[in-house]
T-cell receptor, first 113, second 113 residues
Framework: KAGVTQTPRYLIKTRGQQVTLSCSPI?????VSWYQQTPGQGLQFLFE???????NKGNFPGRFSGRQFSNSRSEMNVSTLELGDSALYLC????????????FGPGTRLTVL | DQQVKQNSPSLSVQEGRISILNCDYT??????FLWYKKYPAEGPTFLIS?????DKNEDGRFTVFLNKSAKHLSLHIVPSQPGDSAVYFC????????????FGKGTKLSVKP
């Protein structure tokens, strides 16, 4: 079974721009969660989508948004980029049922100049 | 306020010996705990998990112990191998927030030949 895939793997943007990241979950998984990893803050939860609905949300500003499609693929959008948004963005998929395990993709490295 | 803490940023162990990585948590609502291994510029790889109804779970060389009264869990790797060298993250989730994993800051394990 193919793992979680994320595109693109690397991105360079400038302040004020917006960016869209994509995540394709493991086949059969209906839940996709997004995380931001930075050296100072570690891995922080952004939001989770299950069956096209946002089910959980972390403490990030409204500039960070997401959506999920009927095939469970998910996109994350960051508008009005700031230097502090430079990070590794990770998505993880799971069945979304009960206490199940999240499996992570390789991440998208975003650099904001 | 960190809900999941890994107080040792690094650990060095000789090949063949036991590696013990520790994790403490503060939220008594956490009912599912996971350990992930991560290499730089890659997504975390799932290692092992434990539900709060158990106090031990084994998978090959990896064993996780959970002490609910102390709000403490540990990962034992026996025997340690050089390929185990990576950053290990402890994560926890609460019922109703399955898609939201709370991560510790990680412990960098170095296994020396």
């Amino acid at each position: 079974k193919a793992g979680v895939t994320q595109t693109p793997r690397y991105l360079i943007k400038t302040r004020g721009q917006q960016v869209t990241l994509s995540c394709s979950p493991i086949s059969g998984h209906r839940s996709v969660s997004w995380y931001q990893q930075t050296p100072g803050q570690g891995l922080q939860f952004l939001f989770e989508y299950f069956s096209e609905t946002q089910r959980n949300k972390g403490n990030f500003p409204g500039r960070f948004s997401g959506r999920q499609f009927s095939n469970s693929r998910s996109e994350m959008n960051v508008s009005t980029l700031e230097l502090g948004d430079s990070a590794l963005y990770l998505c993880a998929s799971s069945t979304g049922q009960g206490t199940d395990t999240q499996y992570f993709g390789p991440g998208t490295r975003l650099t904001v100049l | 306020d960190q809900q999941v803490k890994q107080n040792s940023p690094s650990l060095s162990v000789q090949e063949g010996r036991i590696s013990i990585l520790n994790c403490d948590y503060t939220n008594s609502m956490f009912d599912y705990f996971l350990w992930y291994k991560k290499y730089p510029a890659e997504g975390p790889t799932f290692l092992i998990s434990i539900s709060s109804i158990k106090d031990k779970n084994e998978d090959g060389r990896f064993t996780v112990f959970l002490n609910k009264s102390a709000k403490h869990l540990s990962l034992h790797i026996v025997p340690s191998q050089p390929g185990d060298s990576a950053v290990y993250f402890c994560a926890a989730s609460a019922e109703g927030s399955q898609g939201n994993l709370i991560f510790g800051k990680g412990t960098k394990l170095s296994v020396k030949p």
